[in-house]
Nanobody, 126 residues
Framework: QVQLVESGGGLVLAGGSLRLSCAAS????????MGWFRQAPGKEREFVAS????????YYADSVKGRLTISRDNAKNTVYLQMNSLKSEDTAVYYC???????????????????WGQGTQVTVSS
């Protein structure tokens, strides 16, 4: 059974930092492209960042470039999202997702991902 479990969310002041983790089980993470998405109340789920199987290529939404960093540790089957200089508009539930395959392609559409975590809440207070 495939499971993706996010952790690390919480309440933080604007300008602060958080580090989200996504631990994968039931699959070999190194065989999957991984992504982070977020969903704010009343809004659609949106792409945040993605990383290729090896971790050699990353891609970010314009709204988070320079502030958020995606990384992975395949030995631990874990993907991370380092979030710095947080803004109130970053408030959302953050989800990690796994996309089977290792071709160097970028996927920003949620429906193209095969597995999802349950999400972790990030609240940025101004």
């Amino acid at each position: 059974q495939v499971q993706l479990v996010e952790s690390g969310g919480g309440l933080v002041l604007a300008g602060g930092s958080l580090r989200l983790s996504c631990a994968a089980s039931g699959l070999t993470a190194s065989s999957y492209r991984m992504g982070w998405f977020r969903q704010a109340p009343g809004k659609e789920r949106e792409f945040v960042a993605s990383i290729t199987c090896s971790g050699g290529t990353t891609y970010y939404a314009d709204s988070v470039k320079g502030r958020l960093t995606i990384s992975r540790d395949n030995a631990k089957n874990t993907v991370y999202l380092q979030m710095n200089s947080l803004k109130s508009e970053d408030t959302a539930v953050y989800y990690c997702a796994a996309d089977r395959g290792c071709a160097a392609i970028i996927r920003t559409t949620p429906k193209l991902y095969d597995y999802w975590g349950q999400g972790t809440q990030v609240t940025v207070s101004s």
